[in-house]
């Protein structure tokens, strides 16, 4: 999923899985709009390469939604602390970090696929 102006963005919608892709040189890599009824979606096991923004999620006031980022790979992040997610709240544009959306146990090294090894 590479080039683009959002590589992966899901809409008002919950338990998606994004799993096992490299998300490379979007604007922004992976775009969540959990708003009323979104959130717990997982997203595991992805590499984020030289996107503008990695990953982002939007909400509206009191529904900031739980989603389960793990072992994901940033290239742009220490590897063994723990990646916080940008939210947004989308009604009046702030941003701030939320123990909602951390990727706790970050890659150390780009998850390889069987394809990326032969």
């Not at 996107?51 to 992040?77: L, S, T």
Request: glycine residues 6%.
């Amino acid at each position: 999923i590479a080039y683009s102006h959002k590589g992966i963005c899901v809409l008002w919608s919950k338990n998606n899985t994004i799993q096992k892709n490299l998300i490379l040189g979007n604007d922004k890599g992976v775009e969540l709009d959990v708003y009323y009824n979104g959130g717990q979606n997982k997203i595991n096991y992805n590499n984020f390469v030289k996107n503008e923004i990695h990953a982002e999620v939007y909400f509206i006031e009191k529904a900031m939604a739980y989603n389960n980022w793990n072992r994901n790979y940033w290239d742009n992040w220490p590897k063994y602390i723990p990646k916080p997610i940008i939210s947004r709240e989308a009604m009046f544009g702030s941003y701030f970090l939320s123990l909602l959306n951390i990727d706790w146990l970050p890659l150390p090294a780009p998850y390889q696929t069987s394809s990326q090894l032969t």
